[in-house]
C-alpha cells in the first residue's frame, strides 16, 4: 500500500508532501483534534512507519498510534484516538486501549518519551495480532484477534505536533525471524495446559554460572553481557532452543540471564530444580511437540510434591554442546495450579469504584469521604507470588495515606469495615512505617519508608512466602520481614484511606527486580560487567577513559550536550523541575565531582541542588527532583542536607539558592564514608557520614538553574586531608587536644574547635572565613595548645575582601589571647562578646572581658593588608605585646595571671578573610572541621510553689489511689478508669500529671480534659455513678482531648489537635488548665498545644482517664496559693480591669511596664527584595511577593514594645505579613524566601495562628494578620515572664508564646499583600484613646461606653484607625441587607457607626467577650459572628445620660417581620415576631387576638395588656433559629447562595424587665457566662425598649 495519509483527518490537521506530512495547526494553544489515518487498510505484515518531526512543551502526553476498522472517508473525526469506538486499537504512552477501554498496562516503550526524530510504526501480523515499532523494534503483542481491514491511526496529540510518513511495509529479514519465533512460541503455549517457570535453588550459584556459560557458548564467545535498556520488551521464559547452530543475539543470550535469575528467586522457598542433572522441561502431561519440547533429558525434578502436582515430566530430550551430559537447567513445578491473574473482588468498600478489567480501585468523593475504601483480591495469595500496586492519584486533603496488607477473610463472607485496622482478627496490615496486627501496633519501625510520605507513580507490593513470611516491598525494594508467620491462606488488601485515592495493580512487577539483581549477579560472574572501577584505583587506564561526564540517561526537562560534559533544561522558563542529571560513572574515593553553573533564570524560587546516590541511572526511573527520591541519596538543597528526602541538617553551608552564574558548586566521598560538598572551592564541611562507596553524582537543575557543566580542573579547591587512621576529623568540644603539650615551638597550628564559618586547612597552619562576602563574624580560631612565656605566636594575612568597608562591621582583625580551653570555649560571634579570661587588640583599643582598657595603642590592625603580619607574646612578667610585621609594638597590657595557661586568638572579622601562622610545622588534619552549635532546648516547666495537687476519692472502679492521692493505678481491664482533681481548678492554674507505667498489650491512651461534673455529687459506690471511659462521660458538660481529637460531651469538635496522647510513654507530662478568655489548653511536656476548646464554664475539674496503655499516672503539679497573687510578678493581662467587678470595665489597652526605650531599626542584612529608608526605620518589598524578611538591629529589651505601622498594601497578592521573633543572632543568617521556612529558635505569628520553628503551636490567636489594612499599627513585646504578647492597634491580644529567650530579635516578613512597614518611634494612642498614654475603660464614665468604645468618639473607632476597612463579611452581610429593601432613613447615615463582629474585626478591635452596662450594671455579651448596621435614633427617644443607664440586649426575629418592627420602632408581640411569648390580651369575645393596625388608639391602655416580648443578654440565645429563622439568598456579587438570620440590638430600661428561664427545655448551658435560669428577659412596660442596631449573620 502507499505510505500515505488520507486526506479526511481532524479539524486541527494540516497536510502537506502528498499527503506524507502531518502538522497540528496551533500547537501552543490546542492539544487536541490532531488524528489523522492511513489512506488505505493496512496488509497483513507490513509496518505503517511515522518519524516524529516536531514536539513542544507545552502539554503532557504525545503521540498515539493504532489501527481501527472505521472508514476515514465517513468518520466523524473525535477530538483524540481514545475517542475512537467500533473497533479501534489504540497504543497511549505504555497502555493499551480497545474503544477507549484499557486492556494492557505498561506495555513496550512509552510513547510520551519518544524525541523528535524517533520511528513508531503499528501492525497487523498474519494470525490477527496488532504489534508496536519503535526504532525498528518490534515490543511484542499488543493484542490479538484483531479483524482484518484496518486502517493505521496516528494522533498527533499533546506535545507531538508533526509526523512524516516514512514507509509502509513487512519487516526485514531478520525482523520477520524475530516474528516467526513469537508465533511458534505463541502456538506451543496455546497447545500446552500448564506452563513451568524454570528455576535454580538458592545457592546453587555454580548451576547459574553453568547456564550463563551454556548461553554463552552458544554465540561461541563469553563476552561482555551488555545492559538491556529498561524500555525493552523481554520474553517470560527461556528459549526453547538452544542448538548448536542457534546464534542468539545480545538481547536474547541476556533474557536467558534475566529468567534464570529470576528463577533463582523465585525458587528460594518453592524448592528449585536439581542445576546439575535436570534439563529445560514442561510438564505438559502428554508429551506433545516432542521436536521443540524441552524435558529432564533423564534427569529428576527435585520439586515438593505436594506443589508439583505430580512427579517428574519427561517428554524428550535437550540437544546442547555438552550432549546429554551438559549443563541442564532442572524444571520447578511450584504451586501454580491455575493462571488466573490477580484482580480486585468484585465485592469492596462502599465508596469504591472498579474499572479497567477490576485491576483499578478508586475511591468515590474523595473530597468529602477519607475511608470505606478497602478493596481486596479475587483469591487468595500464591506462597512467593508478588502482589503490587501502583499508586495513580492522591489528594491534598487528609492527613494517613493508604495501607495495604493480608487477611484471612473470605471477602465473599467479608462485612466490609470503614477502614481495615478496624478488623480485630486474621489481618496484617502495613501503616505508615509500622505494622498493625488485628488493629494494634506490632512493629513501630518496620521501614525507613512510610506509606504517608509516597507520591503518585510509586509501587508498594507484598509477598506471601513459602515459610509463611510476610514481606513489603516499596518501589521493587523488599523492607525485609513484617512478619514470621502468617496463615496459608491470605488474601491481599488494599485500604484507599485519607490521600490515596485511585490504584492499579501491576502485573509485571519483576522488571524491576529483575534489573537489580541483574546486575549483582551479572558483575559476580564477569568483573568487567556493569561494575565501577575499583576504588582504589584512582589513576586512569590510559586506553580506558575514565572521564567523569553526565549519563544519558536524564530527567524529562533536561538535555545532555557538549559530549557529556553540559546539562541543561532547554526550556527553562516553562518548566521548574525534572532537570535531574548523574554521572556516567560512580565516583572514586577522594575524587571531587565539581560543576559550573552557566546559566540561570530568574522566574522560580529555588536553584542548583547537588549530591550523590546510589542508584545506577542506567536504571532510575529519575524523579521530578531528587529529593522526592526515598532510598539512597543524599543532597545539599539550599543550605541544608537531606537524606532520602529527610532533612538532616538544617544550616549546613553556603546557602546554593544565593550562587550566580558563573559559580562552582562540588562534592566528593572520601575514604572513611564521610560526604563533604564544595562552594566556590570552599569546603562546607561533613554533610553525612557512613555513605555507601560507588556512590553516583547528581546534579538537580531545579528552579533558577538552567544549565550546568563539569569542571575537569578541581586545582582551586583546598586539598583534601589525609585521612588519620583514628578516625573522622570532626572531633566531639571534649576530645583532647592530639598535640597539646608538645615541646616544640613548630607544632604551633590551630585548633580544630572553631567558630561556625570557620574552615581549617593546610594541616591546620591556615584558618579561613567561609561565605566571606556574606558572613562577617563567627569566625574565631585558637591555637592548638596554650602559649609558653616568651614564646610569639605569629600570623600572615593572606586574604582579604572589600565587601564590608564602610559599614559597622568593617573591622578586619581581632588578635588576643584567652585563658579559656578551646574545649570550654562556646564560641561566640566575636571575640569581644567574651566575659571573662579574654585580651583581645581590636583596631587601636585593648579590651580585657569585652570592655575597652586603653584605647589609641601604638598599632592600628584596622589599617593593615594583605601579607601583614601580626604576632602576640606573654612575657615573663604577665605582660602582653603585640608584633607587626616583626616589629614589637610595647605593652598592651599588664597583669596577664603568671603562670595561668593562655591560647592565641584570630578572630577573621570584616575583611579579613584568610591568614596563616607563619611557623612551619608538620600536617595535622584538621580541615573541614565544624563545631557543633546545639540549638536550646524547649524548656520544661517546673510546679508551681503551693501546694501539690491532690486526686479526688471517688473514681472508676478498677482505680487505686496511692501517695495520699497524688498517684493513680489501674488495677485491671482496659477502662473504668477514670479520676478526678480533688478540687475545682482556679482560671490559670495548671494540672499536670506524669505518666509513670504503660501496658503494651492495649490500645488507645490516657485521655484528659475538664468537667463541670463535681466529684463530691457522685454516689459513694464508684461503680454505679462513672461511665466506663471518659468519652461516655455525659450527665455533665466534659471537655476532653482523646488521642488528636477534642471532645465536647463524646462528639468531636476537632481533628489533628496537638500531638497526639496516644503516643506518649513513661515519663511524658501532660497537663490541662482553664484560662481567662474560657479557653482550655493541653500542655505535653510543658508545651502548650494552644486552645483546644472554648467557651469552658469557670466552675470546672480537671477529670483523667487511665484508659488503654497507660495504666499509673502521679502528679507533678502543685495548686496555686491563695497569696499567690500578692507575690507574683504583674502579667500583662493581670492589668485588664475584671468584668466581673461591677463597678470596673474591661482594659482598652493594656500598657507595659515602662523601661528605657531602646531605638530600634532594621538589620542591613535582610531578604534580597527588601530596600531600606529613613535610616532604615522604614522597609518596602520592591519586587515579587516574597524575599521580604525583616529583623531588627538590636534585640528587644524585656517590657518595651516594639511597633511598627502598614504603611502599604497590594490588593494583586493574597496572604499578608507575618511577625514574631528569633532567638539567635541574625547578622549572620541567611534569609530564606519566607519566615515559615525558618526553622530555628523561631516564633512566629502568622494569620490567626502561632508557629515554632515552623510548627504550629496555637490556633485561633488574636485577629487574622492577613485583614489588617493600611494604617494597622501592630507590635511585639516579651514582658518579664519571657512570654510574648502581640499587641494590635495598641491592644494587647495576651500570651502568644512562652519562654521566649534572651535576647531576641523583632521578625517581620513583607509577605503577600503587605509591602511598606515603618517603625513607629514613639507610642501611639490606642483605640478609643487619647494622647499617647493608653486609658483603662474603668478611668471613663460608665455611660460613656457602649461595646467597650468610648462614646465620645461616637461609639466607634475613629475612621482613620477603623480596624478593617475591607471586610468580606462585613460587605457580604451589607448586600444581604440591601436585599431587603429596607427604608434608607431607618439606618444612620454614617456608615462609621456600623460594627462587624466577624472574627478577624472584633479581634482587632480588641474586643472582650461580655461587658457591662447600665445602672445597675449588668452583663451582656458581644454578638460574635454577627454584624450590626447602627439605626437611627428618634428625634423624641431621650438620649441623655439617663438613658445611656440603659441595659442591652438582644432580639432574635424574622426577615418578614423587620419592616414592620422598624414602622413601629419598638418590638412587637403577635405574629410580628415568632419571639413573642404572647400576644396582646383583647376585651372582645375572641379573647386572645392579635390587635389591628389601626386600634391602638380604639381602646384605653388599662383595658389591654401590655405586649411581652422575650429578649436576652446573649445573641446565642436569641439567636437560635427557631428564633431567627434562615432564609436563603443569593449574592449578587459571587452568585452563591447563603443563609442568613437578622435580629435586633435593644436598649432596655432597668427595672422595665422581669429575668426568667429559658423556654427551650435545653440541658446544657447556652453561654458560659449567663445560667439557663437567668438567660431570658421579659419585658413588663410599655416603651421599655429602644431599637439601637439591626444584627445580621450570614452563613
Known amino acids: 500500500m502507499a505510505a500515505e495519509l488520507h486526506p479526511c483527518s481532524g479539524k486541527l490537521i494540516g497536510l502537506s508532501n502528498s499527503n506524507r506530512t502531518a502538522q497540528r495547526n496551533q500547537p501552543v494553544q490546542e492539544f487536541n483534534h490532531g488524528l489523522v489515518l492511513s489512506r488505505e487498510p493496512l496488509k497483513d505484515r507490513d509496518v505503517f512507519t511515522v518519524r516524529i518531526d516536531k514536539k513542544v512543551n507545552s502539554w503532557s502526553g504525545s503521540i498515539e498510534i493504532g489501527v481501527t476498522s472505521l472508514d476515514p472517508a465517513g468518520l466523524d473525526f473525535p477530538s483524540s484516538a481514545t475517542g475512537l469506538k467500533g473497533g479501534s486499537w489504540i497504543v497511549s504512552g505504555c497502555s493499551v486501549l480497545r474503544d477507549g477501554r484499557s486492556v494492557l498496562e505498561e506495555y513496550g516503550r512509552d510513547l510520551d518519551q519518544l524525541s523528535e526524530g524517533d520511528r513508531v510504526g503499528i501492525q497487523r501480523s498474519t494470525h490477527g495480532d496488532l504489534h508496536l515499532w519503535v526504532n525498528g523494534q518490534d515490543c511484542g503483542a499488543a493484542a490479538s484477534g484483531l479483524p482484518t481491514g484496518l486502517w493505521a491511526v496516528v494522533d498527533l496529540y499533546g506535545k507531538c505536533t508533526q509526523v512524516t510518513v516514512v514507509s509502509c511495509e513487512p519487516p526485514s529479514l531478520a525482523e520477520r525471524d524475530t516474528e516467526r519465533e513469537t508465533v511458534e512460541e505463541r502456538e506451543q503455549e496455546d497447545e500446552e495446559e500448564e506452563v513451568v517457570v524454570c528455576g535454580v535453588r538458592e545457592g546453587e550459584f555454580g548451576g547459574l554460572t553453568s547456564a550463563v556459560n551454556l548461553a554463552a557458548a552458544t554465540n561461541g564467545t563469553l563476552e561482555e553481557v551488555p545492559v538491556l535498556p529498561p524500555t525493552h520488551n523481554r520474553p517470560d521464559k527461556f528459549p526453547n532452543n538452544l542448538e548448536p547452530e542457534t546464534v542468539l543475539t545480545e538481547h536474547q543470550l541476556f533474557d536467558v540471564l534475566n529468567n534464570a535469575i529470576v528463577s533463582l528467586y523465585r525458587s528460594e522457598d518453592n524448592g528449585g530444580g536439581d542445576l546439575g542433572g535436570g534439563g529445560i522441561g514442561r510438564d505438559s502431561g502428554t508429551g506433545s511437540r516432542g521436536d521443540r519440547g524441552s524435558s529432564s533429558g533423564g534427569g529428576s525434578v527435585n520439586g515438593n510434591s505436594s506443589d508439583s502436582g505430580g512427579g517428574t515430566g519427561n517428554t524428550g530430550s535437550v540437544n546442547s554442546p555438552a550432549g546429554g551430559g551438559g549443563a541442564r537447567l532442572g524444571a520447578v513445578t511450584g504451586g501454580m495450579l491455575t493462571n488466573d491473574a490477580l484482580l480486585f473482588h468484585e465485592k469492596c468498600g462502599t465508596l469504591i469504584k472498579l474499572s479497567n478489567n477490576n485491576k483499578t480501585a478508586e475511591r468515590r468523593r474523595p473530597l468529602d469521604e477519607f475511608n470505606n475504601g478497602v478493596v481486596m483480591t479475587n483469591r487468595p495469595l500464591r506462597h512467593n507470588e508478588m502482589f503490587e500496586i501502583r499508586i495513580d492519584k492522591l489528594v491534598d486533603k487528609w492527613s494517613g495515606s493508604i495501607e495495604i496488607g493480608v487477611t484471612t477473610h473470605n471477602p465473599n463472607n467479608l462485612d466490609y469495615p470503614a477502614t481495615m485496622t478496624n478488623l480485630r482478627s486474621g489481618t496484617i496490615m502495613m501503616s505508615g512505617c509500622g505494622i498493625l496486627t488485628n488493629g494494634k501496633g506490632t512493629r513501630r519501625e518496620y521501614c525507613e519508608f512510610s506509606l504517608d510520605e509516597l507520591q503518585e507513580g510509586d509501587h508498594i507490593g507484598l509477598m506471601h512466602k513459602a515459610s509463611g513470611a510476610l514481606h513489603f516491598y516499596i518501589n521493587g525494594i523488599d523492607q525485609g520481614v513484617a512478619a514470621a508467620q502468617t496463615p496459608a491462606v491470605v488474601y491481599a488488601v488494599v485500604d484507599l484511606y485519607g490521600m490515596a485515592v485511585k490504584v492499579t495493580i501491576v502485573h509485571n512487577h519483576n522488571h524491576s527486580d529483575r534489573l537489580r539483581r541483574n546486575n549483582a549477579i551479572m558483575r559476580a560472574l564477569s568483573p568487567d560487567v556493569g561494575r565501577p572501577r575499583p576504588a582504589h584505583s584512582l589513576t586512569p587506564d590510559p586506553d580506558t577513559p575514565d572521564r567523569l561526564l553526565f549519563h544519558s540517561n536524564c530527567g524529562q526537562k533536561a538535555a545532555i550536550i557538549s559530549e557529556g560534559r553540559t546539562a541543561l533544561r532547554p526550556h527553562a522558563t516553562d518548566d521548574f523541575n525534572h532537570g535531574v542529571v548523574l554521572s556516567g560513572r560512580p565516583l572514586h574515593s577522594n575524587e571531587v565531582f565539581q560543576v559550573r553553573i552557566d546559566k540561570m533564570v530568574d522566574k522560580w524560587a529555588g536553584s542548583i541542588e547537588i549530591g550523590v546516590t546510589t542508584h545506577n541511572p542506567a536504571y532510575l526511573q529519575l524523579p521530578s527532583t531528587m529529593t522526592n527520591l526515598r532510598s539512597g541519596t543524599w543532597m545539599m538543597t539550599g543550605n541544608g542536607v537531606m537524606h532520602n528526602g ?64 563539569i569542571m575537569d580542573d578541581v586545582a582551586d579547591l583546598p586539598p583534601l586531608p589525609e585521612d588519620s587512621s583514628e578516625g573522622p576529623t570532626v572531633m566531639s568540644p571534649s576530645s583532647p587536644c592530639s598535640v597539646a603539650g608538645g615541646n616544640s615551638a613548630n607544632d604551633l597550628r590551630f585548633h580544630q574547635l572553631h567558630g561556625t564559618n570557620a574552615v581549617i586547612t593546610n594541616g591546620g597552619r591556615t584558618a579561613l572565613r567561609q561565605n566571606c562576602r556574606s558572613e562577617f563574624n563567627d569566625a574565631i580560631v585558637i591555637s592548638n595548645r596554650c602559649l609558653r612565656d616568651g614564646e610569639l605566636f605569629e600570623i600572615v594575612i593572606q586574604k582579604m575582601v572589600d565587601r564590608w568597608s564602610g559599614s559597622i562591621e568593617a573591622g578586619k582583625i581581632m588578635a588576643g589571647v584567652t585563658a579559656i580551653r578551646p574545649e570550654e570555649l562556646e564560641f561566640p560571634n566575636t571575640m569581644t562578646d567574651i566575659d571573662y579570661d579574654t585580651w583581645m587588640l581590636s583596631g587601636t583599643a585593648i579590651m580585657q572581658d569585652g570592655n575597652t582598657m586603653r584605647n589609641n595603642y601604638g598599632c592600628d590592625l584596622d589599617t593593615l593588608t594583605t601579607g601583614s603580619r601580626i604576632g602576640m607574646m606573654r612575657s615573663a612578667t604577665g605582660d602582653l605585646h603585640y608584633y607587626i610585621n616583626g616589629v614589637d609594638q610595647g605593652v598592651a597590657c599588664t597583669g596577664l595571671p603568671p603562670g595561668k595557661e593562655v591560647y592565641a586568638v584570630i578572630d577573621l572579622y570584616g575583611q579579613c578573610v584568610q591568614v596563616s601562622i607563619t611557623s612551619s610545622s608538620g600536617p595535622q588534619d584538621n580541615s573541614l572541621c565544624t563545631s557543633n552549635i546545639t540549638e536550646r532546648s524547649f524548656p520544661i516547666h517546673s510546679p508551681v510553689a503551693g501546694v501539690a495537687h491532690r486526686l479526688h476519692s471517688k473514681h472508676g472502679k478498677n482505680v487505686v489511689l496511692l501517695g495520699e492521692g497524688c498517684q493513680a493505678v489501674r488495677v485491671g481491664g482496659y477502662a473504668h478508669g477514670i479520676v478526678f482533681s480533688a478540687k475545682e481548678l482556679k482560671t490559670d492554674e495548671l494540672f499536670e500529671v506524669k505518666i509513670d507505667e504503660v501496658d503494651d498489650q492495649w490500645s488507645g491512651s490516657l485521655h484528659m480534659g475538664l468537667t463541670t461534673l463535681a466529684p463530691p455529687e457522685l454516689p459513694s459506690c464508684p461503680m454505679s455513678g462513672l461511665s466506663p471511659t471518659l468519652t461516655q462521660l455525659r450527665s455533665k458538660v466534659t471537655w476532653l482531648l482523646a488521642g488528636s481529637e477534642v471532645r465536647r460531651n463524646g462528639l468531636l469538635q476537632r481533628q489533628n489537635y496537638g500531638a497526639s496522647l496516644d ?145 502599604r498594601l497590594n490588593a494583586s497578592w493574597t496572604s499578608s505579613l507575618s511577625l514574631g521573633v528569633i532567638g539567635h543572632s541574625p547578622d549572620r543568617l541567611n534569609f530564606p524566601s519566607t519566615a515559615c521556612c525558618l526553622k530555628r529558635s523561631v516564633w512566629l505569628l502568622q494569620r490567626d495562628s502561632v508557629f515554632h520553628n515552623s510548627l504550629k503551636i496555637c490556633e485561633n490567636y488574636g485577629p487574622n494578620l492577613d485583614t489588617c489594612p493600611e494604617g494597622t499599627v501592630l507590635g511585639l513585646l516579651v514582658d518579664g515572664n519571657s512570654c510574648l504578647h502581640l499587641y494590635v492597634n495598641g491592644m494587647d491580644q495576651g500570651v502568644a508564646a512562652q519562654d521566649i529567650p534572651t535576647p531576641c530579635y523583632p521578625l517581620i516578613d513583607l509577605y503577600g499583600q503587605c509591602e511598606q512597614v515603618t517603625i513607629v518611634t514613639n507610642n501611639v494612642a490606642t483605640v478609643g484613646g487619647e494622647g499617647i498614654k493608653a486609658r483603662c475603660q474603668g478611668d471613663m464614665e460608665k455611660a460613656d461606653m457602649v461595646d467597650g468604645i468610648k462614646e465620645s468618639v461616637c461609639w466607634m473607632p475613629h475612621p482613620e484607625v477603623n480596624p478593617n476597612k475591607t471586610c468580606e463579611y462585613q460587605a457580604l452581610c451589607s448586600r444581604f441587607k440591601d436585599l431587603l429593601t429596607l427604608p434608607d432613613g431607618y439606618f444612620n447615615e454614617d456608615a462609621k457607626y456600623n460594627l462587624c463582629y466577624c472574627e478577624s474585626c472584633h479581634k482587632l478591635r480588641g474586643d ?86 389601626n386600634s391602638s388608639n380604639s381602646l384605653p391602655d388599662r383595658d389591654r395588656e401590655v405586649p411581652r416580648v422575650q429578649l436576652s443578654p446573649t445573641m446565642r440565645y436569641s439567636g437560635l433559629e427557631m428564633f431567627a429563622p434562615k432564609v436563603q439568598f443569593r449574592d449578587p456579587r459571587s452568585h452563591c447562595c447563603h443563609q442568613a438570620q437578622v435580629g435586633f440590638q435593644v436598649c432596655v430600661r432597668p427595672g422595665s424587665y422581669k429575668v426568667g428561664p429559658q423556654t427551650l427545655g435545653a440541658i446544657e448551658p447556652l453561654d458560659p457566662r449567663f445560667s439557663n435560669t437567668e438567660i431570658e428577659w421579659i419585658t413588663k412596660d410599655q416603651g421599655g425598649t429602644l431599637l439601637y442596631g439591626l444584627l445580621i449573620r450570614v452563613e
Not at 541538617?649 to 558563573?662: F, M, P, S
Not at 559559580?663 to 572513611?672: C, I, S
Not at 454584624?1427 to 445620660?1441: M, Q, W
Not at 424574622?1454 to 419598638?1466: E, K
Request: aromatic letters at 8%; glycine letters at 8%; hydrophobic letters at 35%.
Open 646 to 709: 529527610t532533612t538532616i541538617l538544617d544550616e549546613y553551608g553556603h546557602n546554593l539558592d544565593r550562587l550566580k552564574a558563573g559559580d562552582t558548586v562540588g562534592v566528593v566521598r572520601k575514604e572513611d564514608g564521610s560526604l563533604h560538598f564544595f562552594v566556590n572551592g570552599v569546603a562546607q564541611g561533613p554533610a553525612a557520614w557512613n555513605v555507601p562507596p560507588s556512590v553516583y553524582a547528581v546534579v538537580d537543575l531545579y528552579g533558577q538553574a538552567a544549565q550546568a557543566t
Open 1063 to 1207: 503516643r506518649l510513654t513513661v515519663g511524658n507530662r501532660v497537663g490541662v488548665k482553664r484560662c481567662s478568655d474560657d479557653t482550655m489548653h493541653v500542655l505535653i511536656d510543658g508545651e502548650d498545644m494552644g486552645p483546644a476548646a472554648t467557651a469552658v464554664a469557670k466552675n470546672v475539674y480537671a477529670v483523667l482517664d487511665l484508659y488503654g496503655r497507660v495504666t499509673a499516672v502521679s502528679i507533678v503539679s502543685s495548686s496555686v496559693l491563695e497569696d499567690a497573687g500578692s507575690v507574683k510578678a504583674p502579667s500583662l493581662s493581670s492589668d485588664s480591669c475584671s468584668e466581673g467587678e461591677e463597678d470596673r470595665m474591661p482594659v482598652e489597652g493594656g500598657e507595659p511596664a515602662l523601661v528605657p526605650n531602646t531605638v530600634m531599626a532594621f538589620l542591613e542584612n535582610h531578604g534580597k527584595n527588601i530596600q531600606l529608608s529613613h535610616e532604615n526605620l522604614t522597609a518596602a518589598r520592591v519586587s515579587s511577593y516574597n524575599q521580604g524578611l525583616l529583623v531588627t538591629a538590636q534585640p528587644l529589651p524585656r517590657q518595651q514594645l516594639f511597633q511598627f505601622q502598614i504603611d
Open 1408 to 1493: 472582650e467577650s461580655y461587658y457591662k452596662r447600665g445602672e445597675p450594671p449588668r452583663d451582656y455579651a458581644l454578638p460574635f459572628g454577627w454584624c450590626r448596621f447602627a439605626l437611627r435614633i428618634k428625634p423624641h427617644c431621650d438620649v441623655s445620660n439617663s438613658f445611656k443607664q440603659w441595659h442591652i440586649a438582644y432580639h432574635g426575629t424574622s426577615v418578614g417581620a423587620l419592616r414592620r418592627t422598624l414602622d413601629h420602632a419598638q418590638l412587637l408581640s403577635g405574629t410580628s415576631s415568632i419571639f413573642s411569648v404572647s400576644p396582646v390580651k383583647m376585651e372582645g369575645p375572641n379573647g386572645y387576638s392579635e390587635p389591628e393596625e
